[in-house]
């Protein structure tokens, strides 16, 4: 009755081929895959790559990026068949930067992708989509960013209908590529401390854009320095006053033209720097911008939090300056959504290098046997299986948070909002930063073979570097997760309601702050330590633990210092509390991951991962658990064995594991990483 | 009747003046300073830089760098006035090597330096220009080391006088630049297991060499792609037996010329590929080869371990095989030396950048008063501090080994050759994970700035990335520290004599394995934490610990499942001891240096950044004191407590501790991490 396996493997690919027709024709004029003969056979060697359901991380693959495959897939397909988009290993910044426009033209007009449709109206494909564009070149994908979330988001999330009306369709298309300029010279995380100024002239109906002093040139704005004809600039709306002087309203956003349609030459008024070349990201043209008495008319403040009138009367639908600026960053937290589900590729792809190259490579051995393949010796598992494990955990933390990112934009919950806000800004900094240390890890574990340029490590790590910092300074961010938690804290006490995400806290403050149980911690058994309810109640009493200490302090030395000189005394207490918070939330995702996985290779597959992520997360911070006596010495010695074995279990299954993330070698391009035949391929590389 | 200091100075500085005009002309024909005039005006801003005893760092600069001022000052001398031979901040990589190439005749035939001879004859200067002319672009200095440290020092330590009569000279002066060609595709840290061969032909009393498949490609060999005229090549001697089938002799070394001395065309059998592209170091030129039949004089053997008769015969001054790989490997203990030497010359300069940007960056503060300065927050502090506790420590204990090495060259006895071999290695180790480490550090603290090319964070951890990985892989060579370790514990239980860097263990095997004191354990006073004798107790207690621990281990574990596989299951064991026993030399020769300072403020400031070694490194590895009681809970916190608060009082005098590091703003390049003004030679830089 029912159709065979093989039935409906044939049915899903026929599927696939008529969705991508369908793809290519709904999105686009002219389909992108060129003639249909050279389509048929292309396409099935795609899409036998993507459906085989014989391999066996296939399970796992419909977990992780299956999801997606409908961004995916045009996008590898089309570069796969332009090598001449494909960035070469070597080349010039300026090179670089041009490549990038024409691959993210080649997004937009060829396969026809509608990056600000997706932004507004589906956001989890638009974050898919930049993932998946992070394949091919990650400039590209902040190029992408830069033009579609930030200054696209930008319009659209703190304008109004008669900016959107203006402006959507042109920054669709690319006809106004644009710049956020937020960032100045002295001012990049302290925001509220911009001092560049849009001063109203009533006269003329318009503000005045100035630059006062060199501190406040705009620095580091992706697109200025070469293809960027608009910018929203950030600057402290000034109001003529009644009385004397003028009224200071703040930092609004504001929409100025920074080069003209016809020649491309900077306006009057607007100077423009090249920022120069780059630690990474070279395919991004930043620029510094100066303003001199630049006059933009007063349609363009975008004007959704805060207004002025043609009589020069400000109006907001907030009541403070304060609930104005956090309504505006507030909007433009979806960045960090991206830079966190962005980096999650990057690791996924590094991991995929390092441990197939690991497979590959021999050296030393017992006497008179073969060499030993190096992901045998402990200290290469050490190394790279925990962040295999990392990178499953961190998608289904990410996963969690692009779910609630779009529940955000369709409920407008006030919790929500501010669940978002915590959650976004914990998750990019704790992955970036992992991802970050790791880059530097494969390159190290890869030898000299992983310093070929061609391999990727280098520029992986050069491009990713800065996901630790824009969009929010990892130090910064964390520190805001550690202030959401202390008001979640405060309000235990007051009983109100707690967000979803932090709601384990109450629990855990009241049955964890007591005393330990000494039959417990001495418990040392594989299955307790393998059991989530030890897992997440060890990193739950962390957590609490951080949380009320670090209260209890802050109240002291508020007393005697103030509360800016008390939060900087706690400084390094608050920064592990905010990771040990989104540890254990990434740990509760990934267990409700492995829960719901339904094959049963799979499942245990991921219930290895999961054990080894939660283990070797209690292992690295063993002090403070033994100084809680939460742990006893038998049990830590026991939990690092159990990480130790946890490494050997999961490298016999490594090589599905990546495989399971699916991006295929024409993408991945490193020959130590590519499944097969890597030491030839390599050798052909530099033309052996 | 003593001459004041004043008179001192004046004295002191025209002897600099004179120094400089004997060293130019005594190294070279043409003086490097130009005109006379020229030099005065110059001469004197870099005496006054050097001199000034005004500054109070200049007891710590006189500890530091300037023990090697005669080499230093030269070098930054010539390149303040050579601007066209700096490297520009963005190259393609076939300009950059030729860069190279020009600065290095510059510091031979302008300069005047003898590599070589100080290489042979004045090691430690050796080693001080290699960090100098590092300082400059690492990539000059890696070109440096190929050129005299692996090609010259091959040539000089495995040759033997006719070697030295026909080649010292001519690599001296660069007229034969030329390759260290060891690694191979297959085959990097096993050296053993290398494939390319070289067979004797009694017929025409030459040696063949041969590539006898892919993975025997010589790759990664530096000077290789593009300048190199000769190369030592390491291939396995095969001599025609008595019976039937050859006799593989094992690894030896042959000079093999490469090209052409007129034409510069590879010579016939020579297949030279370019490895291209690298992460970093692209000033040197990378190759890849292949030999076919090429022929050889039987001269060529570098046989000072390892001779052919004329007869075929061979003949040896040592009795095995593995015995004679040691000693070759042995003569090339050098590089590791002048790494772990350079690594901390890399080391100071990013700290002085990261230190300098945070004494200048202000982001928020309290509420309506100045913004704080970075480095008063204590996230940063706990970054960078720490660091520069750090690249002090590790220039004593890189200065120790230095001397140890100095001594081994003299002495040429065993123990000392023993002990260096091992301490080389651990070193090498060390520092150069721990400074790849920093400069990531040294870039996310400096945020969006430290992603500036121009900023040199980017460039400076490319380039040194690769220092973790050549002349020995860290864990490789952390490894044999590990084994080196094992051996003394063995000797200690048959009553031998222990090599003087490792006489401690025996004390400590004696008195810390028994039980620990408890009120020892919980005396947590600020005297108590900050006296020496507590933080080596501390230091000595975990190596002697681990030490017994992995014996033990390992005796059990090889009766299972012999050597090999016991290795294996306990190498993260050997490698944490390894590590540990290091950190333990490295505190031993900081607290030496604390006190052998004269000058009271210096001492005061060493004994600060030298406790904060200490305790930092202790609360790193907390959890391990914490597990055998070794350090009571209250113990613990309050070495977190000292460690956060040692961060604050280093961080009251870090400018004079960065600025005694005394690298010139016009060879530190970074505009932010200038003495001053460094926004608005930042500003100017991108042309405001």
């Known amino acids: 009755m029912a159709a065979s396996i093989s039935d409906m493997e044939k049915l899903q690919k026929r599927m696939l081929v008529l969705s991508l027709h369908l793809r290519s024709s709904e999105l686009q004029a002219e389909p992108f895959l060129g003639t249909n003969t050279c389509m048929s056979s292309a396409e099935s060697e795609l899409v036998d790559e993507v459906l085989s359901t014989n391999e066996p991380g296939n399970a796992l693959y419909k977990m992780v990026a299956g999801k997606h495959r409908s961004v995916y897939e045009p996008i590898f397909y089309f570069f796969r068949h332009h090598p001449e988009l494909v960035n070469p290993v070597e080349m010039l910044k300026d090179d670089h ?25 589906d956001p989890a494909k638009y974050f898919a989509l930049t993932e998946a564009v992070g394949h091919i070149d990650l400039s590209l994908g902040i190029k992408l960013g830069v033009q579609y979330s930030l ?9 109004t209908q008669k900016h959107r009306d203006k402006y959507f369709d042109k920054i669709q298309n690319l006809e106004y590529p644009g710049c956020f300029a937020m960032t100045e010279l002295h001012h990049g995380s302290n925001v509220q401390g911009l001092q560049t100024t849009a001063t109203f002239d009533r006269d003329t109906d318009e503000f005045v854009i100035n630059t006062p002093n060199e501190g406040a040139t705009k620095w580091w704005i992706g697109n200025a320095a070469v293809h960027g004809k608009f910018a929203t600039v950030f600057a402290r709306l000034i109001l003529p006053s009644s009385s004397s002087g003028n009224a200071d309203m703040g930092v609004h956003a504001f929409i100025v033209p920074l080069r003209s349609m016809q020649t491309h030459a900077p306006l009057p008024g607007v100077e423009i720097r090249d920022c120069g070349y780059k630690v990474g990201l070279n395919g991004v043209d930043n620029g510094a911008l100066r303003f001199h008495n630049v006059r933009i008319p007063r349609d363009n403040l975008l004007n959704k939090f805060g207004d002025v009138s043609r009589e020069g009367v400000y109006s907001s639908p907030l009541p403070t300056p304060n609930k104005r600026f956090a309504a505006t960053l507030g909007e433009l937290v979806g960045g960090r959504v991206g830079l966190a589900a962005g980096s999650v590729g990057v690791l996924k792809a590094a991991a995929t290098i390092a441990i197939r190259y690991s497979l590959l490579r021999q050296q030393f051995g017992p006497p008179n046997k073969p060499e030993t393949v190096i992901l045998d010796y402990q200290s290469q598992q050490g190394r790279l299986i925990p962040m295999l494990a990392s990178s499953y955990a961190f998608h289904f933390a990410t996963e969690y948070l692009v779910d609630r990112y779009v529940e955000m934009k369709r409920t407008r919950d006030d919790e929500v909002i501010a669940d978002v806000h915590a959650l976004s800004a914990g998750l990019k900094s704790y992955v970036t930063a992992y991802t970050a240390k790791s880059l530097s890890i494969c390159r190290e574990a890869c030898g000299g073979h992983g310093y070929a340029a061609v391999n990727r490590f280098g520029s992986l790590r050069n491009d990713h570097d ?54 417990v911690t001495h418990r040392d058994g594989e299955g307790h330590l393998r059991d989530p309810n030890f897992q997440l109640d060890a990193f739950r009493y962390r957590t609490a633990r951080l949380l009320q200490t670090a209260a209890l302090r802050l109240r002291k030395l508020t007393k005697q210092h103030g509360s ?27 267990i409700e991951a492995v829960h719901r996985c339904e094959d049963k290779t799979g499942k245990s597959h991921l219930k290895l991962l999961c054990d080894l992520y939660a283990l ?31 490494c050997h279990e999961v490298r016999l299954v490594a090589t599905e594991l990546v495989d399971a993330f699916k991006i295929p070698d024409y993408i991945l391009r490193a020959p130590i990483g590519l499944k097969s035949k890597q030491y030839s391929e390599y050798s052909q590389i530099i033309g052996f």
Chains 1, 2 share one sequence.
């Open 151 to 159: 200054w696209g988001g930008s319009v659209i999330n703190l304008g």
């Open 97 to 121: 930067r041009e490549l990038t426009m024409r691959q993210l033209k080649a997004i937009v007009h060829d396969i026809g992708f509608k990056p600000l449709t997706l932004l507004t109206e």
């Open 466 to 519: 800065i996901f630790q910092t824009f969009e929010g300074d990892n130090t910064v961010l964390l520190q805001q997760v550690a202030a959401d938690l202390l008001k979640q804290f405060k309000k235990k006490f007051e009983g109100g309601a707690l967000t979803v995400t932090w709601k384990y806290l109450r629990d855990s403050m009241g049955t964890y702050l007591s005393q330990t149980n000494p039959v």
């Open 616 to 646: 070797d997360r209690i292992w690295n911070d063993i002090g403070t658990y033994r100084n809680q006596d939460y742990v006893a010495p038998n049990k830590a010695k026991a939990i690092h064995r159990l990480v130790e074995q946890l």
């Open 564 to 590: 800016f000189e008390a939060w900087n005394y706690c400084l390094n207490h608050l920064l592990t509390l905010a990771e040990s918070h989104i540890e254990t939330v990434i740990l509760e995702k990934f």
